[in-house]
């Protein structure tokens, strides 16, 4: 493995970026349940800071461990971009990372995200942008993308790209191995993952679908890449870094989790770090994923729906948890049987 990631422990396990869920707040239940090597940071618009967004202050909270946490930075224009890693350099995190895979049509339509891709001088020009900023910075932060597969399916095209990155800087590299077009539940080709990381001399995380141990377990058997990524399933179980570390060392042990302390945590820590105006948002969203481990989560996302306030949201999960208390305590064990197969 390369140096990068020599102070991070041996399995280089890492929360993806995700907008609205992975903020300072979520992230510290995650490093309740003894951290991630890499928090990512929610996408942070360099448009929006430089035109002084007024929450400015609450996206770049480098909490709850700024040494391992990487910046996600949005956008194309190369002076607003380096102006706002220049910040985000300055309070020491692990990291900043450019944005080259978020499909939603408003972000293509501003040329950002996958948009990219396409864009091969302006992708190289960008990070070297901030390859600059970083060497100038002299702490000796990283520097990485997160990409997708791209347009179409032709793996000499993206390596190209990639090794265009690699040659102008790039440190390490992350790939949802999806077509622009692909819908998130499907499954991403791993087989792009191992193929980067035996064609690039930067290390290769991988990301896509990591739902439990067995699929995590599955991915590290069969493609073995530097590192992986988790997102939804991180939402839903904000435990599930510490559950990996635990049964690669108990495979034959229960995992236990109160899903009541959790809920308890969010509130409280949505409470000491957000914003007041970001409560009722990014609770629904957190919930939206969250409400899947229970038998009847459905009934709670729908209840959510119908809310508008914040006060309400909380009053609902309290009025779901006093009826489901039997499902509060869970446990997880590892299925032998389909370990062998993805069967996620
Ligand atoms: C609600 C949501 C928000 C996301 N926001 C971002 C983002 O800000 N930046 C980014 O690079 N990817 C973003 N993604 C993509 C995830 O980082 C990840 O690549 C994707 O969910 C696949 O991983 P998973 O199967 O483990 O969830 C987002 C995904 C979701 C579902």
Known sequence: MSNI???????????????????????????????????????????????????????????????????????NNPEMVQRLAVDLLEREPFGVDLNMGCCAPFIRKKGWGISLMSEPELATLLIKRLVKVRDEDGRGQSVSAKIRIGEKNDLNLLLDFCRRLEDSGLDYLTINPQLRKERRGRHGDWGVVDFLEKNLTIPVIGNGNIRDYNSFSYRKKTYNPSGFMIGRAAISQPWIFDMIRFFDKNPDSTYRVDLAEV???????????????????????????????FVFGNGLFFKLRNTTQFDDVESEVRKFMDNHQDEMVQEFFIDKKKLTKDNS
């Not at 991070?8 to 869920?21: H, K, N, T």
């Not at 448009?47 to 007024?54: G, I, L, Q, R, V």
């Not at 957190?286 to 481990?293: G, H, I, L, P």
């Open 5 to 75: 990631f020599a102070n991070l422990g041996q399995e280089i396990l890492c929360l993806a970026p995700m907008a609205d869920l992975t903020h300072c707040a979520f992230r510290q239940i995650v490093h309740h349940f003894g951290g991630c090597s890499l928090y990512f940071s929610e996408m942070i618009s360099a448009e929006a800071y430089c035109s002084n967004s007024p929450y400015r202050s609450f996206y770049l909270d480098s909490r709850p461990d700024s040494s391992r946490l990487v910046y996600q930075i949005l956008g």
């Open 263 to 293: 809920i308890e945590m969010f509130f409280s820590f949505i409470k000491e770090y957000l914003h007041p105006d970001f409560y009722y948002s990014r609770s629904t969203r957190f919930f939206q994923y969250f409400a899947s481990n």
